[in-house]
């Protein structure tokens, strides 16, 4: 395991008395342009080899199949195991509950109590030391921070020590239904890959269309949801904008608002981590917050925590000081 270096978690320590500035200069270009090539090229590259693929192993029931699936366990994720389980931004009943925890699960991003684990102490220890995946763990400088973007992307993925779910989530190690869903993990990545090509297969009668539809809507879909949401750790924790009062250094990313469902806005969420929407400020496209409201109005959510004048006036950076 390695150790925090020092200067994080030293930078981090003076406490409330006199904060320091939130942001210490800007980044080296070096490190800038190396977090835009490793973030994007391999996607475009991935995108160009869709009008290749085309026609080729490649084709509309692929396509519409990996949305599909890509938006379930996307907002089982988001809605779900994020802001429902991890920040109890919402209440909802018990089928809700379920079924969001299994479409979750089939975003393949660990059981849904590890993952509200890990979230939760990355709340906690945001940026500092015990932060799980914080791109800043390394330091500032160019090399310490392309270390620390793989870190905070996927590397700490690949750290053997499991976060104390007794510690960070016993609420739901309590729920009987819950952890029952969670011990069944390994079930839900199966059928996370086994449904998208059965319904290929039906679709289209033969075991081709099950084979691409399995390659699209199960691997390459699983593969684009994980990058998107490891790039709300890593990116979200390097570049955008600040408007709100966070204690670490968390921004908003606007590019990735759409794909990610609203989880980009990642400063305002760090600000206020229990509110139902993220993008708060006008315009700020939030998909998971339009699906809480559209439970709301069913009657299948309520006592949703959503922005309003108080709650954005405290973590208002221009807010005045008490
Ligand atoms: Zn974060
Ligand atoms: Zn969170």
């Known amino acids: 395991m390695t150790a925090p270096t020092e200067s994080v978690a030293a930078e981090q320590r003076p406490r409330r008395e006199a904060p320091k500035p939130l942001t210490a200069g800007t980044r080296p270009y070096i490190a800038q342009a190396l977090v835009y090539l490793f973030v994007i090229v391999p996607l475009l590259a991935l995108i160009a080899a869709v009008p290749f693929a085309w026609g080729w192993g490649l084709g509309v029931v692929d396509i519409s199949l990996a949305f599909v699936f890509y938006v379930l366990s996307g907002l089982g994720v988001t809605v779900g195991f994020h802001r429902l389980f991890t920040h109890r931004s919402f209440k909802t009943n018990r089928t809700v509950q379920v079924l969001l925890a299994i479409s979750g699960m089939g975003a393949v991003q660990g059981p849904v109590i590890n993952w509200v684990a890990d979230h939760r102490r990355h709340h906690a220890y945001s940026d500092r030391e015990g932060d799980p995946h914080s791109p800043w763990r390394f330091g500032s400088s160019a090399a310490a921070l392309a270390k620390g973007f793989w870190h905070a992307h996927m590397g700490w993925l690949f750290e053997r020590d499991v976060t104390n779910a007794e510690r960070f989530a016993p609420d739901?190690?309590?729920?009987?239904?819950?952890?029952?869903?969670?011990?069944?993990?390994?079930?839900?990545?199966?059928?996370?890959?086994?449904?998208?090509?059965?319904?290929?297969?039906?679709?289209?009668?033969?075991?081709?269309?099950?084979?691409?539809?399995?390659?699209?809507?199960?691997?390459?879909?699983?593969?684009?949801?994980?990058?998107?949401?490891?790039?709300?750790?890593?990116?979200?924790?390097?570049?955008?904008?600040?408007?709100?009062?966070?204690?670490?250094?968390?921004?908003?990313?606007?590019p990735l608002a759409l794909v990610s469902f609203g989880e980009s806005w990642h400063n305002s969420h760090h600000a206020d981590p229990t509110c139902a929407r993220h993008g708060v400020l006008k315009g700020q496209l939030d998909i998971s917050a339009r699906l809480i409201w559209m439970l709301e109005k069913a009657g299948w959510a309520w006592k949703v925590r959503w922005p309003n004048e108080q709650r954005l006036a405290r973590i208002s950076v221009t807010e005045q000081q008490g």
């Open 172 to 254: 739901l190690l309590k729920d009987r239904v819950l952890a029952r869903i969670n011990k069944l993990f390994p079930v839900w990545t199966l059928a996370s890959f086994v449904l998208p090509a059965v319904l290929g297969g039906l679709i289209t009668w033969s075991w081709w269309g099950a084979l691409t539809a399995f390659f699209w809507a199960g691997l390459v879909r699983v593969s684009v949801l994980h990058h998107i949401t490891w790039s709300v750790n890593s990116i979200c924790h390097m570049i955008g904008e600040r408007p709100f009062k966070s204690r670490d250094k968390a921004a908003n990313f606007w």
